[in-house]
């Protein structure tokens, strides 16, 4: 049985990969899911110029529990058991180092959200970061 990792990249819900997850527990290809909340930096971002740096973490991490509520609310009506943890870093390297620590034998990111060349650049950067496989919904 596979464990899968599911990505919650900041205020971006995972819902499909949540939905993907649920489908594999029920056909008993996958034993465990494992949700990681992945928080960027936000200070690093434009933003800053305009809000102060707390005002946009206290707004990213209620964005980021809404979307993570979601994705949850997901694998709890299909009566999915999970485990969820907060973690902080850029996303794909976090992804990566979460994933080779033996968390997970396939990772599965919601991408419906991206647009396409970021699509293919994320996929590009997990691919060469890490060696467990991404599945990449969108």
Partial sequence: MLKL?????GAR????AA????????ERCVS??????V???????????????ATLHRREK?????ALMQTRAILDDAGVPYT????????????AQY???????IVVLDASHLGFFHRWTVLARLWRLTSTPVTMLH
């Fill in 5 to 9: 990792l599911i990505p919650v990249l």
């Fill in 13 to 16: 819900a995972a819902t499909n």
């Fill in 19 to 26: 939905r993907h997850g649920a489908f594999l527990f029920a």
């Fill in 32 to 37: 465990e899911v494992e949700i990681i909340e």
């Fill in 39 to 53: 928080l960027d930096d936000v200070v690093r971002d434009r933003a800053v110029a305009f809000h102060s740096p």
């Fill in 62 to 66: 209620q964005e980021a529990l809404d």
């Fill in 84 to 95: 969820w943890k907060r973690v902080f870093g850029p996303p794909e390297r976090t992804i």
């Fill in 99 to 105: 994933a080779a620590k033996g968390h997970a034998d």
